[in-house]
């Protein structure tokens, strides 16, 4: 390159005389004025390079691929400066790199000048602050962005949304738990910004949110097409325990075990399976929630119209055992008309048992109908209505008086209970165990087991009640003996035993006792040792007490009794005769 030199550099001159010399000043005087406009012109540039700055580290540019070699693509930024960056960065997730010569590009500047005198250039991180700049603008307008799943990572996903990476948390990737997300991997959709922080550099993204909003529209627009008691067709989506999902085009309606079938339904598998095709009612439709709720039995004959006319109340009837609680069983008369047998109406001697000791489920059953609620689609039904009630049975078979056998049961502090024929118990009181002495001083003598005999004393049918008695076995002796003897009456009795308080005497062997103070009427003559084992005397009867099965006797109320009576015939207390003279006169008269 030829230039004139600056001002100030010397150049050799030889002058010249004559005309010479004024040329040569007329070529200096030119060579000087294209020397100045060479100078103007050059701080001219000089001036425009210094306004035009080197671009910024850290910022974004513009470039032009002018060339691609080795896996790179060679980059004029301009400014006389050139990077290069890795094919990759131009490639999205999944995807093979577009990029050919000519192609402007935006890159981000992290270096004006390396070592090798090249800028240090990214497509990537351009592509970042690209991504960063459009998605604030979609957040704050709520807006959907486009994005790839391309990664899994601890508790989710990474997405690419077009050069800035964001977390998709597991609970988001689906309205439903996700078994295999391979099929979403690589597949570019729609995504809802949940929250961003770019100084942390941080996004989380959701393709629930965008799924929900769909359904929802999609919920609407079929539900606006239905109506309750509409018949539909729908598919069985899933099944639970208390009922089965069921796909009506797009919406789920749910159809309860209770609305399967008017039979009792223990699991819904027992009548659908997961992708049948099954007719249902809408029932219900909730516009608040889009819930539905469905039947299948509304589109079948309710069995319930004929039950008062085909189960009238006292008839019996053939049924199966469907269910068996702690409060009864239910027994299915037909399908769909189901009734409760009471645990009180299962038998009439097992009072305290579980009802599954007494039937059992699937057993075939006869059971009276004893009541119809046909509001409430209740029938009450009886197990042992359908037998003879035992105590009926053993009323007849063993009316009082007769005598049974059986083994204790159990033993109480109030007496025994005696097993006896029909499966029914019989008790006997303390005070029915002997006539000798206490009850309680003989009930030690059982035990478990032990085979007793009784007599049937009382029977109570209603209040199933059965008394027996030990005692009455031998019959009342006490009634025998003293059967035609009544209070007043002057028996004979023998002396038994000699006590320090009175003598023991028997009659008709029976026992009983004389007080020292009944010995006599004469107080010195109240004295035991003057009777003797084998004694007969005469004695008044002065006490009769069933109860304790005593009489009471008297030696002195049977001379008050004959002095009185001697007094009555013979004289009077006003006749002056002695008691020993009227006495007299009264054993004189009866020894004629």
Do not use: C
Not at 311 to 325: F, K, Q
Not at 335 to 354: F, I, P, R, Y
Request: charged share 30%; net charge negative; no cysteine.
């Amino acid at each position: 390159m030829f230039y004139d030199p600056p001002i100030g550099v010397l150049t050799k001159f030889t002058p010249k005389t004559g005309g010479d010399n004024r040329a040569a000043r007329k070529h200096l005087k030119g060579r000087t004025r294209h020397m100045a406009n060479t100078m103007d012109e050059f701080e001219a540039l000089l001036n425009e390079s210094f306004e035009m700055d080197t671009p910024e580290e850290g910022s974004v540019v513009k470039g032009k691929v002018i060339a691609i070699e080795a896996g790179q693509a060679i980059i004029d930024v301009g400014y006389k400066m050139e990077g290069r960056v890795e094919l990759k960065e131009f490639a999205n997730p999944g995807e093979a790199p577009e990029i050919n010569v000519g192609d402007d590009v935006e890159v981000f500047l992290r270096q004006v000048e390396n070592a090798r005198g090249e800028a240090v250039i990214s497509r990537e991180m351009a592509r970042r602050e690209e991504a960063w700049d459009r998605l604030e603008k979609a957040y704050a307008a709520e807006e959907r962005v486009d994005g790839a799943i391309f990664g899994r990572v601890k508790g989710g996903f990474t997405v690419d949304l077009g050069g800035a990476v964001a977390f998709l948390p597991g609970s988001q990737v689906d309205v439903r738990p996700v078994r295999d997300a391979g099929p979403l991997m690589g597949l570019k959709q729609p995504f809802q910004i949940l929250k961003m922080d770019r100084r942390r550099g941080n996004i989380v993204v959701s393709r629930r949110a965008i799924l929900e909003e769909s359904r929802a529209e999609q919920r609407a627009e079929v539900i606006g097409n239905l109506a309750e008691g509409q018949e539909v067709d729908g598919v069985v989506k899933n099944i639970t325990e208390y009922g089965a999902f069921v796909d009506l085009g797009g919406v789920d309606g749910l159809l309860h075990v209770t609305d399967m079938a008017w039979r009792r339904v223990n699991h819904p598998s027992e009548i659908l399976t997961i992708g049948e095709t099954i007719k249902v009612q809408v029932i219900k439709i909730n516009k608040e929630t889009h819930r539905i709720s469905l039947g299948m039995k509304q589109l079948q004959e309710d069995p319930w119209d004929l039950v008062a006319a085909k189960y009238p109340l006292e008839s019996v009837h053939t049924g199966r055992v469907t269910n068996i609680t702690d409060y009864g069983a239910f027994v299915e008369l037909e399908a769909g008309v189901e009734g409760l047998v009471h645990v009180s109406e299962m038998s009439w001697t097992k009072k305290n048992v579980h009802p599954g000791k007494i039937v059992s489920t699937s057993q075939e059953v006869e059971v009276m109908v004893l009541e119809i609620d046909g509001a409430k689609r209740r029938v009450s039904l009886g197990l042992k209505q359908t037998q003879r009630n035992p105590w009926e049975v053993f009323a007849e078979q063993f009316p009082v008086g007769t005598e049974v056998e059986g083994d204790v049961k159990n033993i109480t502090e109030f007496g025994l209970f005696i097993g006896l024929e029909g499966d029914i118990d019989g008790m006997v009181h303390l005070s029915d165990l002997t006539w000798e002495g206490r009850g309680e001083d003989v009930i030690g003598d059982y035990q478990k087991g032990d085979s007793v005999q009784a007599v049937v004393t009382e029977v109570d049918v209603e209040k199933e009640r059965i008394s027996l008695s030990v005692k009455a076995l031998g019959g009342d002796k006490f009634a025998e003996a003293v059967g035609g003897v009544k209070r007043g009456a002057i028996i004979t009795v023998e002396v038994t035993s000699i006590e320090d308080g009175g003598i023991e005497v028997e009659y008709e062997g029976m026992k009983s006792f004389i007080r020292r103070s009944d010995l006599s009427r004469d107080r010195a003559e109240q004295r035991p040792e003057r009777f003797s084992v084998g004694d007969k005397i005469d004695v008044r009867v002065t006490n009769m007490d069933a109860k304790t099965r005593r009489l009471g006797l008297s030696i002195k109320a049977r001379e008050i009794a004959e002095e009185k009576e001697a007094v009555e015939q013979y004289g009077s207390s006003d006749s002056g005769a002695s008691l020993g003279d009227i006495l007299g006169a009264a054993l004189n008269n009866d020894d004629k």
